[in-house]
């Protein structure tokens, strides 16, 4: 199993930033993708953000030159830094991690979700 621990959610005024970060632990042999999602009151949980083991990424368009998303493999860490926040970035940021344990069973893993809110 996985387990993500996330950290670095709060409460910033628009047009400022945060820093999210996502620790992924357990029964680890390779981390395939990272990502983060994120959940506004009365909406979906949408991709906000995602990096492969190769580096690449993928972004929403609502984020696109305001949010970078970067990964420590050796910490199997992903980060997602947003900058020019906006109240409607407010939302439950999720960290998601696409793995393989030594038997090579893959694991769609979860973190608990960290609030992020973006005042007016």
């Known amino acids: 199993q996985v387990q993500l621990v996330e950290s670095g959610g709060g409460l910033v005024q628009a047009g400022g930033s945060l820093r999210l970060s996502c620790a992924a632990s357990?029964?680890?042999?390779?981390?395939?993708?990272m990502g983060w999602y994120r959940q506004a009151p009365g909406k979906q949980r949408e991709l906000v953000a995602a990096?492969?083991?190769?580096?690449?990424?993928v972004y929403a368009d609502s984020v696109k030159g305001r949010f970078t998303i970067s990964r420590d493999n050796a910490k199997n860490t992903v980060y997602l830094q947003m900058n020019s926040l906006k109240p409607e970035d407010t939302a439950v940021y999720y960290c998601n991690a696409d793995t393989s344990d030594y038997d090579f069973q893959k694991y769609d893993s979860w973190g608990q979700g960290t609030q992020v809110t973006v005042s007016s």
């Open positions: 357990g029964s680890i042999f390779s981390i395939n993708a």
């Open positions: 990096i492969t083991s190769g580096g690449s990424t």
